[in-house]
């Protein structure tokens, strides 16, 4: 490319019969974008950003005052207001790390100590109060809790990046919002169905299993969880759940080693609702192999590691919902997944089972408003 004839001030319009103020207009702008570039992109960012955040806080304020209002309901001779306040900024710190050995049994026991401790606190608010509803109040006392953390957290990365204009500060929290604020909605509309006692979409797993037990013998095998015997051709079918209808998930972990150690199944089958992709239909049902449970991992670790020491395989069937569907109102296309889900579980049984045999079928997730 030859540039012996490239003219500076042609290029920059300043020709003889240039304007000198078209050019003062022109090249004004550049110098304040390349001086206060960051600056002006910070404010438009913080904007939409701070809109979030006075969202974030609308969520965190309604939710607790329906949680209080629900609470005085139940129990009117008390203001749980001052408690309440203690209990969602209650904090977990997780076990050091740096040496894994051992680390799963460390972080059951502070998970457990820690429901353990808010299970007694929200007895203590009430002189009498059913299972059903303790468990309503501690799993929306989740709710409230999860908000305020997602508030002071954005909160926290605003003022911050605010406090020293860096502008690269907020693009984190710019790329992470949108995922945060569809938990925050999801989280925000679950308060009405958890109120009323109605099954979420977490709890298809459950219903699956439930439905299975109808007309069987029901026992508790773990805190909150429970297990019966079928049989569907030739096979021995136990059947292990979360103790309906609370809003609890049970304890899988300890319920599938206890049944394990007292008759060894050749099979375990796990049913388990799943987040899907986006562009994946909800209530679509795929089936795999694994221990299909979510939480911090620990049910998961213990589960698997009971599958290898007696050599089980585990399958798995998970029905696909977006986190919004998850935790509100199960929908009827969900709920209509029931049935199918039921006959997948019989034909891997009989795919993967030999008439005589044993299969434990394993129903995961909130139970919720979902009997057995």
């Known amino acids: 490319m030859d540039f012996s004839n490239f003219n500076p001030e042609q290029f920059l319009g300043m020709g003889e019969d240039s304007n000198p103020i078209l050019w003062v207009i022109w090249i004004i702008p550049i110098i304040i974008f390349v001086f206060y570039g960051q600056r002006i992109q910070l404010q438009i960012t913080s904007g939409e950003i701070k809109k979030n955040i006075?969202?974030?806080?609308?969520?965190?304020?309604?939710?607790?005052?329906?949680?209080?209002?629900?609470?005085?309901k139940l129990n009117s001779s008390k203001d749980p207001a001052q408690k309440i306040d203690r209990f969602i900024d209650y904090f977990t710190i997780m076990p050091v790390d740096m040496d894994p050995n051992g680390i799963i049994p460390k972080i059951r026991?502070?998970?457990?100590?820690?429901?353990?401790?808010?299970?007694?606190?929200?007895?203590?608010?009430?002189?009498?109060?059913?299972?059903?509803?303790?468990?309503?109040?501690?799993?929306?006392?989740?709710?409230?809790?999860?908000?305020?953390?997602?508030?002071?957290?954005?909160?926290?990365?605003?003022l911050t990046a605010k406090k020293q204009k860096n502008y690269p500060l907020i693009l984190p929290l710019q790329m992470m919002l949108p995922f945060i604020m569809e938990e925050a909605n999801a989280l925000h509309d679950a308060m009405p169905a958890l109120k009323q006692g109605q099954p979420i979409g977490d709890g298809i797993g459950p219903m699956v299993v439930g439905k299975m037990m109808l007309g069987h013998e029901k026992q508790k095998v773990a805190f909150e969880t429970v297990w019966s015997e079928s049989e569907h051709e030739g096979r021995k079918l136990v059947l292990l759940k979360a103790e309906g209808p609370s809003a609890t998930v049970g304890r899988p972990g300890d319920?599938?080693?206890?049944?394990?150690?007292?008759?060894?199944?050749?099979?375990?089958?796990?049913?388990?609702?799943?987040?899907?992709?986006?562009?994946?239909?909800?209530?679509?049902?795929?089936?795999?192999?694994?221990?299909?449970?979510?939480?911090?991992?620990?049910?998961r670790f213990q589960i698997e590691e009971v599958a290898i020491k007696h050599n089980i395989p585990v399958f798995a069937i998970v029905i696909?919902?977006?986190?919004?569907?998850?935790?509100?109102?199960?929908?009827?296309?969900?709920?209509?997944?029931?049935?199918?889900?039921?006959?997948?579980?019989?034909?891997?049984?009989?795919?993967?089972?030999?008439?005589?045999?044993?299969?434990?079928?394993?129903?995961?997730?909130?139970?919720?408003?979902?009997?057995?």
């Open 320 to 372: 696909k919902q977006s986190i919004k569907e998850a935790i509100t109102l199960m929908t009827k296309e969900i709920a209509d997944k029931a049935e199918e889900v039921r006959s997948q579980v019989y034909d891997m049984i009989k795919e993967n089972t030999t008439s005589g045999q044993s299969v434990l079928v394993v129903g995961v997730g909130n139970t919720l408003g979902v009997s057995q």
């Open 109 to 158: 026991h502070v998970i457990r100590s820690r429901e353990d401790q808010t299970r007694a606190q929200v007895k203590s608010l009430f002189s009498e109060i059913s299972d059903l509803e303790r468990t309503k109040v501690q799993t929306i006392l989740e709710v409230v809790t999860s908000l305020q953390l997602l508030y002071k957290i954005v909160n926290h990365f605003y």
């Open 54 to 72: 006075s969202k974030l806080k609308q969520f965190k304020d309604e939710t607790r005052t329906e949680l209080i209002d629900y609470i005085k």
């Open 255 to 299: 319920a599938i080693e206890e049944l394990v150690s007292k008759n060894k199944p050749d099979a375990i089958v796990m049913i388990d609702a799943s987040l899907k992709l986006e562009g994946e239909d909800s209530a679509t049902v795929a089936q795999g192999f694994g221990a299909a449970i979510g939480g911090i991992g620990t049910d």
